[in-house]
């Protein structure tokens, strides 16, 4: 939370410890400042403004829509299962083979008894 001055535009941090209260509203509170008037308003910079009021997600919020992180790594992690996948499916398919001719035997064998 900072405060800036809606006459001239001077920021603070927190109010001058000898900043003399002259009138305050719900928005602005005039103070006396080393003999000059300055109206501060609070000002919550866009983090603060995301914890207090955005309980859904709002559109246009940093914090709320975080810009995707650039990640390099993904595209190998894409391309390596596609090389995989044509690996394990050609050993199925001998498997398979493997399988109709020990059932063809067997049936071979049975309808030789
Ligand atoms: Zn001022
Ligand atoms: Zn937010």
């Not at 246009?60 to 044509?86: I, W």
């Amino acid at each position: 939370m900072s405060l800036v001055c809606t006459i001239c535009g001077h920021t603070w941090e927190t109010t001058p410890p000898q900043a003399v209260l002259i009138s305050r509203n719900s928005r602005v509170a005039m103070y006396d400042i080393d003999g000059e008037v300055h109206s501060l308003r609070r000002v919550m910079t866009a983090e603060q403004k995301h914890n207090r009021w955005h309980k859904t997600k709002k559109v246009g919020c940093e914090f709320c829509f975080p810009p995707p992180e650039p990640q390099p790594v993904e595209h190998e992690v894409v391309t390596a299962p596609s090389a995989s996948t044509n690996s394990i499916e050609k050993p199925e398919i001998e498997d398979d083979d493997e399988s109709l001719t020990s059932m063809q035997m067997a049936f071979r064998r049975i309808n030789r008894r």
